[in-house]
Structure formats: structure tokens, C-alpha cells
């Protein structure tokens, strides 16, 4: 399954990253579980691109994570993402970037039917 998985979102991003230059490149994984999602970004299947939007939301019922790429922003040195996490979690994990030199790019907190999730990108 994870091979089929890869070589899929392989095709995708090389069709993405194929475009070009001079046009606005957007991919996005789709909505993923939080085991297929920690893979792709294990995995790196972003090539190039960085995360510039991440989200999360009850698709049937289950909660799925999204993000979607894009060219990286002019004088971008680095960037992190995590999801899934409780509110003590990001306000330490945002504390603990910020003390590094990051900002803060995107927050989304989800909270509905009891399930809460907050996930954040960070760049520097």
C-alpha cells in the first residue's frame, strides 16, 4: 500500500514541479489520516515545495489532516509543521520555535463533535 501510495504522490508532485517557472506551482495531499499524512512528510514527497496552508476536518466521520504546497517564499531559510496537537502542546511547541527564531506562518485549530487537533508551520 505505501508504495502505491508513494508512486502516486510521486507522479503528482513531478507533474507539479514539471510546470513552468514562471507560473504559481499549488499541490496539495489531500485529506489524509494521520498515519498517511506523518508518512508523507517522512517521506519528503513535497520535493521542493513548502507547506503554506495545513488543515484538518472530519471527513466520514474520521478526523483527516490536508496541506497544501507552494513555491518557497523569497529569503525562506527553513520551515516546520506539526499537527495533531493538544492546545499545551502547540502553545509549547509555538514557544519553542518562536525562541529559535521562527514565526508563526499558519495555525488552524480544529475542534468539533469532542475531537480537538491544532497544527501549525512555522517558517524562518
Not at 514539471?18 to 506551482?25: D, N, R
Not at 523569497?74 to 509555538?94: R, S
Request: a neutral charge; one cysteine or more.
Amino acid at each position: 500500500m505505501k508504495h502505491l501510495f508513494a508512486s502516486c504522490l510521486t507522479a503528482l508532485f513531478l507533474v507539479s514541479l514539471s510546470a513552468p517557472a514562471a507560473t504559481a506551482q499549488q499541490s496539495t495531499t489531500g485529506w489524509m489520516s494521520h498515519i498517511d499524512y506523518q508518512y508523507f512528510f517522512d517521506e519528503g514527497f513535497y520535493g521542493n515545495l513548502v507547506p503554506v496552508n495545513v488543515e484538518a476536518g472530519l471527513v466520514y466521520g474520521q478526523l483527516q489532516f490536508n496541506a497544501v504546497f507552494g513555491p518557497r517564499p523569497y529569503g525562506l531559510q527553513n520551515w516546520a509543521t506539526h499537527h495533531g496537537m493538544t492546545d499545551a502542546q502547540f502553545a509549547q511547541t509555538n514557544q519553542n520555535y518562536l525562541n529559535q527564531g521562527y514565526r508563526l506562518h499558519r495555525h488552524q485549530r480544529f475542534n468539533t463533535e469532542g475531537i480537538l487537533a491544532n497544527q501549525g508551520i512555522w517558517y524562518r
